[in-house]
Protein backbone atom coordinates (compact mmCIF):
# COMPACT_ATOMS: atom_id res chain seq x y z
CA UNK A 1 0.00 0.00 0.00
CA UNK A 2 0.98 2.91 -1.05
CA UNK A 3 0.10 5.37 1.85
CA UNK A 4 1.81 8.42 0.50
CA UNK A 5 -0.73 8.60 -2.49
CA UNK A 6 -3.52 7.62 -0.62
CA UNK A 7 -6.29 9.52 1.19
CA UNK A 8 -7.50 7.63 5.18
CA UNK A 9 -10.31 8.10 6.30
CA UNK A 10 -9.58 8.31 10.63
CA UNK A 11 -12.71 8.49 13.04
CA UNK A 12 -12.87 9.39 16.36
CA UNK A 13 -9.68 11.52 14.60
CA UNK A 14 -9.60 14.50 16.96
CA UNK A 15 -8.18 12.79 20.14
CA UNK A 16 -6.50 10.23 21.88
CA UNK A 17 -5.76 6.84 19.45
CA UNK A 18 -7.38 8.68 16.22
CA UNK A 19 -5.34 11.82 16.58
CA UNK A 20 -2.24 10.11 16.80
CA UNK A 21 -3.11 7.88 13.65
CA UNK A 22 -3.99 11.57 11.67
CA UNK A 23 -0.63 12.46 12.72
CA UNK A 24 1.57 9.54 11.95
CA UNK A 25 -0.52 9.33 8.43
CA UNK A 26 -0.38 13.01 7.94
CA UNK A 27 3.68 12.67 8.15
CA UNK A 28 3.47 9.88 5.94
CA UNK A 29 2.02 12.37 2.98
CA UNK A 30 -1.12 10.88 2.88
CA UNK A 31 -4.66 13.28 2.78
CA UNK A 32 -6.24 12.40 5.55
CA UNK A 33 -10.30 13.26 6.87
CA UNK A 34 -10.68 13.41 10.41
CA UNK A 35 -14.29 12.11 10.90
CA UNK A 36 -15.15 13.07 14.99
CA UNK A 37 -18.22 14.29 16.41
CA UNK A 38 -18.83 18.43 16.27
CA UNK A 39 -17.59 18.97 20.01
CA UNK A 40 -14.57 17.97 18.90
CA UNK A 41 -11.49 20.06 18.27
CA UNK A 42 -11.18 18.35 15.05
CA UNK A 43 -11.33 21.97 13.30
CA UNK A 44 -7.98 22.87 15.31
CA UNK A 45 -6.54 19.92 14.65
CA UNK A 46 -6.62 20.28 10.62
CA UNK A 47 -5.94 23.53 10.71
CA UNK A 48 -2.59 22.43 12.40
CA UNK A 49 -1.96 19.98 10.36
CA UNK A 50 -1.84 21.88 6.79
CA UNK A 51 -4.55 21.71 3.56
CA UNK A 52 -4.27 17.81 3.10
CA UNK A 53 -6.23 17.16 6.40
CA UNK A 54 -9.83 17.67 6.43
CA UNK A 55 -12.59 17.55 9.40
CA UNK A 56 -15.83 16.67 8.99
CA UNK A 57 -18.65 16.76 12.05
CA UNK A 58 -19.54 12.89 12.26
CA UNK A 59 -21.63 10.62 14.13
CA UNK A 60 -20.10 7.34 13.23
CA UNK A 61 -23.79 5.63 13.90
CA UNK A 62 -25.17 8.29 10.86
CA UNK A 63 -25.25 6.86 7.49
CA UNK A 64 -25.56 10.38 6.36
CA UNK A 65 -23.04 11.78 8.10
CA UNK A 66 -20.74 9.02 6.96
CA UNK A 67 -21.31 9.14 3.68
CA UNK A 68 -20.99 12.85 3.60
CA UNK A 69 -17.31 12.33 5.60
CA UNK A 70 -16.35 9.46 2.46
CA UNK A 71 -17.42 12.65 -0.33
CA UNK A 72 -15.02 14.85 1.13
CA UNK A 73 -12.19 12.54 1.33
CA UNK A 74 -12.91 11.80 -2.81
CA UNK A 75 -12.49 15.68 -2.69
CA UNK A 76 -8.62 14.97 -1.55
CA UNK A 77 -8.36 11.87 -3.98
CA UNK A 78 -8.72 8.00 -3.89
CA UNK A 79 -9.52 6.45 -0.52
CA UNK A 80 -7.64 3.27 0.21
CA UNK A 81 -7.33 3.16 4.16
CA UNK A 82 -9.91 3.89 6.68
CA UNK A 83 -9.11 3.04 10.36
CA UNK A 84 -12.20 3.37 12.84
CA UNK A 85 -10.94 4.71 16.18
CA UNK A 86 -14.53 6.26 17.51
CA UNK A 87 -15.86 5.20 20.92
CA UNK A 88 -16.84 5.29 24.25
CA UNK A 89 -16.24 3.77 27.16
CA UNK A 90 -18.84 2.67 30.22
CA UNK A 91 -18.69 1.50 34.29
CA UNK A 92 -21.49 -0.62 35.18
CA UNK A 93 -22.30 -3.76 36.53
CA UNK A 94 -24.53 -6.20 34.96
CA UNK A 95 -26.43 -5.84 39.02
CA UNK A 96 -25.39 -3.03 40.87
CA UNK A 97 -26.79 -1.30 43.73
CA UNK A 98 -29.23 1.78 42.07
CA UNK A 99 -30.34 -1.84 40.22
CA UNK A 100 -29.83 -3.77 36.79
CA UNK A 101 -27.56 -2.16 34.00
CA UNK A 102 -29.63 0.45 32.36
CA UNK A 103 -30.46 -1.21 28.91
CA UNK A 104 -30.38 2.54 27.01
CA UNK A 105 -26.65 2.68 28.29
CA UNK A 106 -26.06 -0.92 27.23
CA UNK A 107 -27.45 0.27 23.82
CA UNK A 108 -25.26 3.43 23.62
CA UNK A 109 -22.18 1.62 23.92
CA UNK A 110 -22.79 -1.22 21.54
CA UNK A 111 -24.28 1.29 19.02
CA UNK A 112 -21.67 3.36 19.22
CA UNK A 113 -18.37 0.84 19.09
CA UNK A 114 -19.50 -1.87 17.15
CA UNK A 115 -22.42 -0.86 14.83
CA UNK A 116 -20.79 2.72 14.24
CA UNK A 117 -17.96 0.55 13.33
CA UNK A 118 -19.91 -1.28 11.04
CA UNK A 119 -21.41 0.92 9.94
CA UNK A 120 -17.82 2.88 8.46
CA UNK A 121 -16.69 -0.36 7.77
CA UNK A 122 -19.58 -1.21 5.07
CA UNK A 123 -19.79 2.20 3.87
CA UNK A 124 -15.85 2.71 3.48
CA UNK A 125 -15.49 -0.74 1.47
CA UNK A 126 -17.57 0.28 -1.27
CA UNK A 127 -15.50 3.56 -1.89
CA UNK A 128 -12.51 1.55 -1.39
CA UNK A 129 -13.40 -1.06 -4.07
CA UNK A 130 -13.82 1.90 -6.32
CA UNK A 131 -10.37 2.29 -6.12
CA UNK A 132 -7.33 1.22 -9.04
CA UNK A 133 -5.89 -1.88 -8.28
CA UNK A 134 -2.19 -1.34 -7.13
CA UNK A 135 0.47 -4.48 -6.67
CA UNK A 136 -2.97 -6.72 -5.94
CA UNK A 137 -4.62 -4.53 -3.67
CA UNK A 138 -7.17 -1.63 -2.91
CA UNK A 139 -6.74 -0.80 0.63
CA UNK A 140 -7.16 -1.70 4.06
CA UNK A 141 -9.77 -1.13 6.78
CA UNK A 142 -8.10 -0.98 10.47
CA UNK A 143 -10.57 -1.13 13.11
CA UNK A 144 -10.34 -0.80 17.10
CA UNK A 145 -11.30 -3.31 19.45
CA UNK A 146 -9.35 -3.89 22.96
CA UNK A 147 -7.81 -6.24 25.60
CA UNK A 148 -11.40 -5.79 27.20
CA UNK A 149 -12.73 -8.26 24.34
CA UNK A 150 -10.71 -11.01 26.04
CA UNK A 151 -10.30 -10.10 29.45
CA UNK A 152 -13.21 -7.37 29.88
CA UNK A 153 -13.02 -6.39 33.59
CA UNK A 154 -16.29 -6.03 36.07
CA UNK A 155 -18.32 -2.74 35.17
CA UNK A 156 -17.05 -3.20 31.37
CA UNK A 157 -19.45 -5.70 30.15
CA UNK A 158 -21.44 -3.45 27.31
CA UNK A 159 -17.71 -2.12 26.21
CA UNK A 160 -15.93 -5.56 26.77
CA UNK A 161 -19.40 -6.86 24.15
CA UNK A 162 -19.15 -4.07 21.73
CA UNK A 163 -15.06 -4.77 21.55
CA UNK A 164 -15.43 -8.75 21.19
CA UNK A 165 -18.14 -8.36 18.31
CA UNK A 166 -15.55 -6.17 16.00
CA UNK A 167 -12.95 -9.20 17.16
CA UNK A 168 -16.05 -11.52 15.98
CA UNK A 169 -16.31 -9.62 12.81
CA UNK A 170 -13.20 -9.37 11.83
CA UNK A 171 -12.55 -12.62 9.83
CA UNK A 172 -15.86 -12.95 7.78
CA UNK A 173 -15.44 -9.23 6.54
CA UNK A 174 -11.96 -9.71 5.41
CA UNK A 175 -13.67 -12.99 3.49
CA UNK A 176 -16.64 -10.58 2.23
CA UNK A 177 -14.01 -8.07 1.00
CA UNK A 178 -11.49 -10.30 -0.18
CA UNK A 179 -12.76 -10.29 -3.86
CA UNK A 180 -12.41 -6.67 -3.69
CA UNK A 181 -9.29 -6.76 -2.46
CA UNK A 182 -9.36 -4.74 0.65
CA UNK A 183 -8.10 -6.27 3.65
CA UNK A 184 -9.57 -5.92 7.06
CA UNK A 185 -7.61 -6.26 10.03
CA UNK A 186 -8.33 -5.11 14.11
CA UNK A 187 -5.78 -3.79 16.90
CA UNK A 188 -6.39 -4.67 20.56
CA UNK A 189 -4.96 -2.28 22.93
CA UNK A 190 -3.88 -2.55 26.13
CA UNK A 191 -3.86 0.10 28.72
CA UNK A 192 -3.23 3.20 26.48
CA UNK A 193 -3.43 6.73 28.03
CA UNK A 194 -6.56 8.04 25.41
CA UNK A 195 -9.56 10.39 26.79
CA UNK A 196 -11.22 7.43 27.85
CA UNK A 197 -8.77 6.75 31.18
CA UNK A 198 -9.90 10.87 32.25
CA UNK A 199 -11.85 9.64 34.79
CA UNK A 200 -9.81 7.07 36.08
CA UNK A 201 -8.04 7.58 39.35
CA UNK A 202 -3.80 7.83 39.12
CA UNK A 203 -3.58 5.50 41.70
CA UNK A 204 -5.89 3.17 40.02
CA UNK A 205 -4.22 3.99 37.01
CA UNK A 206 -0.51 3.30 38.56
CA UNK A 207 -1.89 -0.28 39.55
CA UNK A 208 -3.02 -0.83 35.84
CA UNK A 209 0.27 0.08 34.28
CA UNK A 210 2.40 -1.89 37.24
CA UNK A 211 0.41 -5.10 35.52
CA UNK A 212 1.72 -4.62 32.15
CA UNK A 213 4.65 -7.36 31.73
CA UNK A 214 6.70 -5.40 29.32
CA UNK A 215 7.16 -2.47 29.04
CA UNK A 216 5.33 -1.60 32.45
CA UNK A 217 3.61 1.13 31.83
CA UNK A 218 0.26 2.30 29.52
CA UNK A 219 0.99 2.14 25.95
CA UNK A 220 1.50 5.74 23.96
CA UNK A 221 -1.09 6.20 21.37
CA UNK A 222 1.55 7.06 18.66
CA UNK A 223 2.73 3.21 19.60
CA UNK A 224 -0.89 2.69 18.31
CA UNK A 225 -0.32 4.78 15.32
CA UNK A 226 2.93 2.67 14.24
CA UNK A 227 1.52 -0.14 13.86
CA UNK A 228 -1.99 0.89 12.05
CA UNK A 229 0.60 2.11 9.86
CA UNK A 230 2.52 -0.73 9.22
CA UNK A 231 -0.78 -2.73 8.68
CA UNK A 232 -1.38 -0.35 5.80
CA UNK A 233 2.01 -0.90 4.08
CA UNK A 234 2.15 -4.83 4.90
CA UNK A 235 -0.41 -6.28 1.95
CA UNK A 236 0.13 -9.76 4.29
CA UNK A 237 -1.51 -8.43 7.11
CA UNK A 238 -5.24 -9.29 7.22
CA UNK A 239 -8.32 -10.59 8.74
CA UNK A 240 -6.23 -10.56 12.23
CA UNK A 241 -6.62 -9.00 15.27
CA UNK A 242 -3.36 -7.88 16.61
CA UNK A 243 -2.99 -7.84 20.15
CA UNK A 244 -0.73 -4.36 21.39
CA UNK A 245 -0.75 -4.61 24.97
CA UNK A 246 2.95 -5.42 26.46
CA UNK A 247 1.62 -8.67 27.59
CA UNK A 248 -0.58 -7.84 29.91
CA UNK A 249 -2.98 -10.45 30.81
CA UNK A 250 -5.99 -8.81 33.09
CA UNK A 251 -7.60 -11.31 35.92
Do not use: W
Amino acid sequence: MHVAESVVLVTGGASGLGLATVEKFSAAGAGVVIADLPSSPGEEVAARLGDRVVFRATDVTSEEQVTAALDTARELGTLRIAVNCAGVSSAVKTVGRRGPFPLAEFDRVVRTNLVGTFNVLRLAAERIGEAEEVDGERGVVINTASIAAYDGQVGQVAYAASKGGIVGMTLPAARDLAPLKIRVVTIAPGMFHTPLLTDVPEKALAALGDQVAHPARFGRPEEYADLALHVAENAMLNAETIRLDGAVRLG
